[in-house]
């Protein structure tokens, strides 16, 4: 296993289209996060997972963003009618729940660019 | 709710010093769990050291240790023997007992030569 990998890494779209953003997660990790992290902040908590359960989303975002795991594994994260505002750093992570050190791990993360 | 602040945006420290960087947290769960993961400037995210809120003794991994005071709820980030590869970001994050898992504002570290 090769880690938490995320797809596409750079994605330059106009303002109003829809993305969607890949993660796969460690294979064994039944938990998946997704933050968003801007120029020299701290990622930004949006939404995780149990296996295929979303347990919580952020109540910062607003319905444009949707995020599935549909059998466990991968998940997705689409944000529909981007506006400039959505540009960011959009990074996955996975632990194990029941870890002795339930780290996150993360990907290198997507970069989005609403122009 | 549970929320994690980090008052130091930047430092400066003399390399070969030891630094330290502040983490305080709040959060009702009783069981919890502390972690500080350093940002380089090439943007990977690297997890550095853990501090369950049971744990009897401070965590220390190498040249990191985790000053914890659990009555004071902070989670202090010491570095010893800093070294230039040290600059970077440095995100304290909690766990909380539903697994969900917040970060600070983060603290930018430069090391002097």
């Known amino acids: 296993d090769t880690g938490v990998s995320q797809n596409p890494r750079h994605k330059i779209t106009k303002r109003g289209q829809n993305v969607t953003f890949r993660c796969d997660p460690i294979?064994?990790?039944?938990?998946l996060y997704w933050y968003r992290q801007t120029l020299g902040q701290g990622p930004e908590f949006l939404t995780y997972?149990?296996?295929?359960?979303?347990?919580?989303k952020s109540r910062l975002l607003s319905d444009r963003f949707s995020a599935e795991r549909p059998k466990g594994s991968f998940s997705t994260l689409e944000i529909q009618r981007t506006e400039q505002g959505d540009s960011a750093m959009y990074l996955c992570a996975s632990s194990q729940q029941d870890s002795p050190i339930p780290e996150a791990f993360f990907g290198q993360g997507t970069r989005l660019t609403v122009v | 709710a549970q929320k994690i602040t980090q008052t130091q945006p930047g430092m400066f420290v003399q390399e070969k010093e030891a630094v330290t960087l502040d983490c305080t947290y709040d959060?009702?769960?009783?069981?919890?769990?502390l972690f500080w993961y350093k940002q380089p400037s090439s943007g990977e995210m690297i997890f550095l050291i853990y501090?369950?809120?049971?744990?009897?003794q401070n965590a220390t991994e190498g040249r990191y240790s985790l000053n914890f005071q659990k009555a004071r709820k902070s989670a202090n980030l010491v570095i010893s023997a800093s070294q230039l590869g040290d600059s970077a970001m440095y995100f304290c994050a909690m766990r909380g007992e539903d697994d969900k898992i917040i970060f600070g504002k983060g603290t930018r570290l430069h090391i002097l030569p």
């Open positions: 501090q369950g809120s049971y744990d009897q």
């Open positions: 294979s064994e990790h039944n938990r």
């Open positions: 997972f149990q296996n295929e359960a979303q347990l919580e």
């Open positions: 959060t009702s769960d009783p069981s919890y769990g």
